[in-house]
């Protein structure tokens, strides 16, 4: 069966700190692995990522995937309260767009 | 733009009641995907419709159905609900629903049904 494990399950920092976020995955035809962050409701779209090796950046965030390792980090760096949230992972197989979600990891960042 | 809207925001049912949950998709976008999240889990897939036709389906039971418009808004049914089928229902749109890397799915704010 399809697996999709993030770690850890929840993480307090304070303002400033630098966090690290893991998903490992097992699945039979991977087509793309995606973050997405969840404050309240509706998962907002961070990064997808295809291709092994190559970091996406956006602002204090950053993600890379090791598609030999069958993993992916997220990184946010300069920790906000504002990136408090769940902040979840992705995995889309062919033929697309029937995303297997991990369970998230829930990030309180501290004043 | 408007982003993906779903109906009603919150639903109250009680056991062996029917429910029919609602969703637009983005403007421009051809399909539409359905997810269940029950509370501390991630999402999980129930459906994805691509032109009105069914393009996958999660393991979940016959109970659960949906189908597609041709204004590519989007109802997901379930029948005989449960207790266990106390959940946020997602629903996500896309443009071409093939997961190409210009093909992201975007996510509506859920409908919370509670089954009492």
């Known amino acids: 069966e399809d697996k999709v494990v993030q770690s850890p399950l929840s993480l307090v920092v304070h303002e400033g700190d630098t966090v690290t976020l893991n998903c490992s995955y097992e699945?039979?035809?991977?087509?793309?692995l995606l973050w997405y962050k969840q404050e309240k409701k509706a998962p907002t779209f961070l990064f997808m990522l295809?291709?092994?090796?190559i970091e996406k950046k956006s602002g204090r965030l950053s993600s890379i995937l090791d598609k030999k390792e069958l993993f992916s980090i997220l990184n946010i760096t300069a920790t906000q309260t504002g990136d408090s949230a769940v902040y979840l992972c992705?995995?889309?197989?062919?033929?697309?767009?029937?995303?297997?979600f991990g369970g998230g990891t829930r990030l309180m960042v501290k004043p | 733009d408007a982003g993906v809207t779903q109906s009603p925001t919150h639903l109250i049912k009680t056991r062996g009641q029917q429910v029919t949950l609602r969703c637009s998709p983005i403007?421009?976008?051809?399909?539409v995907s359905w997810y269940q999240q029950v509370l501390g889990q991630g999402p999980q897939f129930i459906f994805q419709?691509?032109?009105?036709?069914?393009?996958g389906r999660g393991n979940f039971p016959d109970r659960f159905s949906a189908r597609q418009f041709p204004n590519y808004s989007s109802e997901l049914n379930v029948n005989a609900l449960l207790l266990g089928d106390s959940a946020l229902y997602l629903c996500?749109?896309?443009?071409?629903?093939?997961?190409?890397?210009?093909?992201?799915?975007?996510f509506g704010p859920g409908t919370r049904l509670t089954v009492l």
């Open positions: 295809t291709s092994s090796g």
């Open positions: 699945v039979t035809n991977f087509r793309s």
């Open positions: 403007s421009g976008h051809k399909s």
């Open positions: 419709y691509y032109e009105k036709e069914e393009r």
């Open positions: 996500a749109s896309s443009r071409t629903g093939t997961g190409l890397s210009t093909d992201t799915q975007y």
């Open positions: 992705a995995v889309d197989e062919n033929p697309g767009n029937m995303l297997t």
